[in-house]
Nanobody, 126 residues
Framework: QVRLVESGGGSVQAGGSLRLSCVGS????????MGWFRQAPGKQREGVAT????????YYADSVKGRFTISQDNANNTMYLQMNSLKPEDTAMYYC???????????????????WGRGTQVTVSA
């Protein structure tokens, strides 16, 4: 059974940094796409970044380009999201996701992913 567990969320002031982690279990290494999504209260869940396990190819939403960096440690089934220059509009619950497919070239949607973590809260104050 695939399980994804996020950690690293917290409260920071604008301009600060956080590093999120997502540890996967219940599966052997294989080609897959992993992604970070976020959902603010009253808003739809939106794709933030994705990474393809085999090539390391990444995708970033325009709103986070140049500030966030997604990375992976395949040996330990772990994915990271380094978030710098945080803004109040980055405040949301952040979710880790996985699917057994190549990552889309376009902004990911929740329907693209089969497995989800429970989320970690990120709060950025002005």
């Amino acid at each position: 059974q695939v399980r994804l567990v996020e950690s690293g969320g917290g409260s920071v002031q604008a301009g600060g940094s956080l590093r999120l982690s997502c540890v996967g279990s219940g599966y052997d290494y294989s080609s897959h796409c992993m992604g970070w999504f976020r959902q603010a209260p009253g808003k739809q869940r939106e794709g933030v970044a994705t990474i393809y396990s085999t090539t390391g190819t990444t995708y970033y939403a325009d709103s986070v380009k140049g500030r966030f960096t997604i990375s992976q440690d395949n040996a330990n089934n772990t994915m990271y999201l380094q978030m710098n220059s945080l803004k109040p509009e980055d405040t949301a619950m952040y979710y880790c996701s996985l699917n057994w497919a190549i990552c889309s070239r376009y902004r990911p949607t929740p329907e693209d992913f089969r497995y989800w973590g429970r989320g970690t809260q990120v709060t950025v104050s002005a």
